[in-house]
């Protein structure tokens, strides 16, 4: 997206112009909008500057860690090299979701009260937008410190105690001033951000390439066969598959996009600047652990790596966390809004800031938190993976019709009340596909009785979001069967808002 106003253009009148940047959502001030509706004559933007917003966000180190994880696990080169692939297909789901934005006005945290209702979508805000939220923060700022520390000491020898607290609130100030300033600021920056480190990469993948064992097997007497191939098989999807899952918010990014644009469009640009880096790093991951130890990656690729280089690489990883943190923290922001805090968008993001950077000290400073709540977040697929599935099943059942007016209604009498104020096929869907998922998980902290009797196969991201999915659309069919002779006398926009 080019930001900025265009000159009126005189002698074509009859063509479309791109509108400026209004004075509510502009690059280098704070956005004063927050989780309201966005009105047409304040729409601006094209859906491919979407690209660079998710692509800046997912050149992060945490794929590469992925990648060499399933060398670890056992697979081979081409296995591993599919399971990257297959996992991250989920980028079409996050991109499919994406299309509310432009139609609704309004961020995903506000479009799942359809979902929810009133009162069940705050709860869901609280506990999926901005708790698991708030911890991934934390991780991917203990994962950025971590680099920065280790950038330190490759220069000066020693990281002080004092250097590293100062390093983790630089990294924190960066990432939380730009969330703060906002959606327009964010997609400026990104364009930057994206070609810097997509150049960073191109890098990274000339001297991983240039080492990789092509023919890489395990020995015979340790290759997997059979059922217990599938199993690792689908314990790497899922671990693949967690990253595009976490991301259930793509309509906070295009709510500014006009609402007649291409919904093929924001679509594609958005699942393509998630997919393409995920999979180039996990590629890389994959190609690394086939010449060196991957328990270790920050350390292991050194070795890969010219000495001129690794700084940078170390620098990447630093910013690649900030990038990522940026979205996470700007959503965050919005979810304790879309939970009923009645605070402005920019004292969320920096209440969000002031947690998530207490839990990184905590995590580095005193205690090994840092790999329990790592363990914690393995099993938080089992929950946004149904979550996704039925976001992306409510678009399909309403066609993608979203009124943004009805959806900021919340009164009681409104289209999304429901039942006192919650869903009831929504939540039943979600509870269910969660607990279901559960039961066929297979992480550091718990190992699901139904994932244990397939010999560990790990089938909670593909089993939860197909029950939960399926649950919602036949309790909501069900739903508007039962509540159709009495929404009757309704004007007709409600009726679609309610039931359609």
């Given at each position: 997206m080019?930001?900025?106003?265009?000159?009126?253009n005189a002698?074509?009148?009859?063509?479309?112009?791109?509108?400026?940047?209004?004075?509510?959502?502009?690059?280098?001030?704070?956005?004063?909008?927050?989780?309201?509706?966005?009105?047409?004559?304040?729409?601006h933007?094209?859906?491919?500057?979407?690209?660079?917003?998710?692509a800046?966000?997912?050149?992060?180190?945490?794929?590469?860690?992925l990648?060499?994880?399933?060398?670890?696990?056992?697979l081979?080169?081409?296995?591993?090299?599919?399971v990257v692939?297959?996992?991250n297909?989920?980028w079409?789901l996050?991109g499919?979701l994406?299309?509310?934005?432009?139609?609704?006005?309004?961020?995903?945290?506000v479009?799942?009260?359809?979902m929810?209702?009133i009162r069940?979508?705050?709860?869901?805000?609280?506990?999926?937008?901005?708790?698991i939220?708030?911890?991934?923060?934390?991780i991917n700022?203990?994962?950025?410190?971590?680099?920065?520390?280790a950038?330190?000491?490759?220069?000066f020898g020693?990281?002080s105690?004092?250097?590293?607290?100062?390093?983790?609130?630089v990294?924190a100030?960066i990432?939380?001033?730009i969330s703060?300033?906002?959606h327009?600021?964010i997609?400026?920056?990104?364009?930057?951000f994206?070609?810097?480190?997509?150049a960073?990469?191109?890098?990274?993948?000339?001297f991983v390439v240039?080492?990789?064992?092509?023919?890489y097997q395990?020995p015979?007497d340790q290759?997997?066969?059979g059922g217990?191939?599938?199993a690792v098989?689908?314990?790497?999807?899922?671990?693949?598959a967690?990253?595009?899952?976490?991301?259930?918010?793509?309509?906070?990014y295009?709510r500014?996009?006009?609402?007649?644009?291409s919904?093929?469009?924001v679509?594609?640009?958005?699942?393509l600047?998630?997919?393409?880096?995920a999979?180039?790093l996990?590629?890389?991951?994959?190609?690394?652990?086939t010449?060196?130890?991957?328990?270790?990656?920050?350390s292991?690729?050194?070795?890969?790596?010219?000495?001129?280089?690794?700084?940078?690489?170390l620098?990447?990883?630093?910013?690649?966390?900030?990038?990522?943190n940026?979205?996470?923290?700007?959503?965050?922001?919005?979810?304790?809004?879309?939970?009923?805090i009645?605070w402005?968008?920019s004292v969320?993001?920096?209440?969000?800031?002031v947690?998530?950077?207490?839990?990184t000290?905590?995590?580095l400073?005193?205690?090994?938190?840092f790999?329990?709540?790592?363990?914690?977040?393995?099993?938080?697929?089992?929950?946004l993976?149904?979550?996704?599935?039925i976001?992306?099943?409510d678009?399909?059942?309403?066609?993608?019709?979203?009124d943004?007016h009805?959806?900021h209604?919340?009164r009681?009498?409104s289209p999304?009340?429901?039942?006192?104020?919650?869903?009831l096929?929504g939540?039943?869907?979600l509870v269910?596909g969660?607990?279901?998922?559960?039961?066929f998980?297979?992480?550091?902290l718990?190992?699901?009785?139904?994932?244990?009797a397939?010999?560990?196969?790990?089938?909670s991201?593909i089993?939860g979001?197909?029950?939960?999915?399926?649950?919602?659309?036949?309790m909501?069919?069900?739903?508007?069967?039962?509540t159709?002779?009495?929404?009757?006398?309704r004007t007709?926009?409600?009726?679609?808002?309610?039931?359609?």
């Amino acid at each position: 997206m080019t930001n900025g106003s265009m000159m009126t253009n005189a002698i074509a009148p009859q063509h479309a112009e791109r509108p400026p940047e209004p004075a509510s959502d502009r690059a280098g001030k704070i956005e004063t909008h927050g989780t309201d509706y966005i009105p047409d004559a304040e729409r601006h933007g094209r859906a491919r500057s979407l690209f660079s917003v998710w692509a800046a966000s997912n050149v992060t180190y945490l794929y590469l860690v992925l990648g060499g994880t399933l060398i670890l696990l056992g697979l081979n080169l081409f296995e591993a090299l599919a399971v990257v692939v297959a996992g991250n297909v989920f980028w079409l789901l996050v991109g499919f979701l994406s299309i509310t934005g432009p139609v609704s006005g309004s961020p995903s945290e506000v479009v799942t009260r359809t979902m929810y209702g009133i009162r069940g979508n705050r709860i869901f805000n609280l506990v999926l937008g901005w708790v698991i939220g708030v911890a991934y923060e934390a991780i991917n700022l203990s994962i950025g410190a971590l680099a920065g520390f280790a950038l330190v000491e490759l220069f000066f020898g020693d990281a002080s105690f004092p250097i590293q607290v100062l390093i983790v609130l630089v990294t924190a100030l960066i990432t939380f001033t730009i969330s703060v300033f906002g959606h327009a600021t964010i997609v400026k920056l990104s364009g930057w951000f994206t070609w810097v480190l997509l150049a960073c990469l191109a890098v990274l993948a000339f001297f991983v390439v240039q080492h990789a064992n092509f023919s890489y097997q395990l020995p015979p007497d340790q290759q997997l066969h059979g059922g217990a191939l599938w199993a690792v098989a689908a314990i790497g999807f899922t671990i693949i598959a967690s990253s595009p899952l976490s991301w259930g918010t793509g309509a906070d990014y295009s709510r500014y996009l006009p609402a007649n644009i291409s919904r093929k469009a924001v679509m594609g640009w958005t699942a393509l600047g998630g997919f393409i880096p995920a999979v180039v790093l996990g590629t890389l991951g994959v190609l690394a652990g086939t010449v060196v130890d991957m328990t270790d990656p920050q350390s292991s690729l050194s070795t890969l790596l010219p000495a001129w280089f690794y700084p940078v690489f170390l620098l990447v990883i630093v910013v690649g966390s900030i990038t990522n943190n940026v979205l996470t923290a700007y959503s965050t922001g919005l979810a304790l809004l879309a939970a009923g805090i009645p605070w402005k968008r920019s004292v969320t993001v920096i209440f969000d800031a002031v947690i998530a950077v207490a839990i990184t000290s905590y995590a580095l400073f005193i205690s090994n938190f840092f790999d329990t709540l790592n363990s914690i977040l393995e099993l938080t697929v089992a929950l946004l993976g149904p979550a996704l599935a039925i976001y992306a099943a409510d678009i399909v059942l309403r066609r993608n019709s979203y009124d943004g007016h009805q959806l900021h209604d919340e009164r009681p009498n409104s289209p999304f009340w429901y039942f006192h104020g919650v869903n009831l096929p929504g939540v039943t869907a979600l509870v269910v596909g969660t607990g279901v998922a559960v039961l066929f998980a297979d992480t550091t902290l718990f190992i699901g009785p139904i994932s244990q009797a397939l010999g560990g196969a790990d089938l909670s991201a593909i089993v939860g979001p197909l029950l939960a999915a399926v649950i919602y659309v036949v309790m909501t069919i069900l739903q508007r069967r039962a509540t159709r002779p009495a929404s009757a006398d309704r004007t007709e926009p409600v009726m679609e808002g309610a039931a359609r």
